[in-house]
């Protein structure tokens, strides 16, 4: 029998997708908000997680819905997963992938903030490719060289499986706001439930250097149209 504790974190898992479908934009932080709280029933610990991801995610210019998929792949956001080849924590790092990016793989937010650095600098390694996101991903399971090799994704089961679980659950994640899986595309706050989502000043100040810039263009459009209506 379900237990009652699963059955009140389904329904408030579900209630949370009704309201981020019923809202017109919601943001990335809210997305990932949602999808960390399918998996850890803490609240306060979900808001953490999903921070942390987002904080590392503007640093390193990674989109975060991105990074929320491979974690999700990889551990459900669980840190305390362990994996029989020595993987670690929520981005599942390995003990030598985490000394050559200088953080603590048994910390939690050294372990995000390793795991997004690592997506990023696979992302950067495969930008000129056609699909620079598949090939991060892959590289992220089966490492940059045997992408290298292969010039794409390589031919092994775990990593075509891996890749298209990753893709899946980051096409889940953007449908949920009415969205494609376009990467990188910040949106302002959700009306519907500003109020009850956690606040990510990094990715707040995102959006305001983003509505800087837009509003600094249309002077700059509208001056110039000044311009050419007095010639």
């Known amino acids: 029998m379900i237990g ?6 389904t329904a408030l898992i579900c209630m949370m997708a009704a309201a981020v479908m019923q809202a017109q934009a919601i943001s990335p932080e ?7 709280g399918k998996y850890v029933s803490n609240e306060p610990e979900a808001a953490s997680i999903a921070q942390e991801i987002c904080d590392a995610s503007y640093t390193y210019k ?3 819905i991105l990074a929320a998929a491979v974690f999700t792949t990889e551990s459900h956001f ?3 997963s362990r994996s029989s080849v020595g993987a670690v924590g929520i981005a599942q790092l390995m003990p030598d992938t985490a000394a050559m990016l200088s953080v603590n793989p048994y910390n939690r937010k050294e372990n995000i903030i390793g795991g997004v650095k690592y997506l990023g ?3 950067d390694r495969y930008k000129t490719w056609d699909k620079p996101f598949l090939y991060a991903e892959a590289a992220y399971n089966a490492g940059p060289g045997a992408v290298d090799r292969a010039r794409g994704v390589p031919n092994y089961s775990e990593t075509m499986n891996y890749v298209r679980t990753v893709e ?7 449908k949920l706001a009415g969205r494609e899986s376009n990467g990188f595309s910040y949106g302002g706050p959700s009306k519907a439930i500003a109020k009850k989502a956690t606040v990510f000043p990094s990715l707040k100040e995102w ?3 983003k509505k800087a810039t837009l509003t600094q263009k249309q002077t700059s459009h509208h001056m110039t149209q000044k311009t050419w209506t007095r010639k």
Request: aromatic residues 4%.
């Open 78 to 80: 669980d840190n305390s």
């Open 30 to 36: 809210e997305m990932v908000l949602v999808q960390v």
């Open 207 to 209: 959006d305001d250097q």
């Open 168 to 174: 899946q659950t980051r096409s889940d994640i953007w």
């Open 4 to 9: 009652k504790k699963l059955l009140r974190k």
């Open 62 to 64: 990674v989109d975060p």
């Open 121 to 123: 600098q696979m992302i």
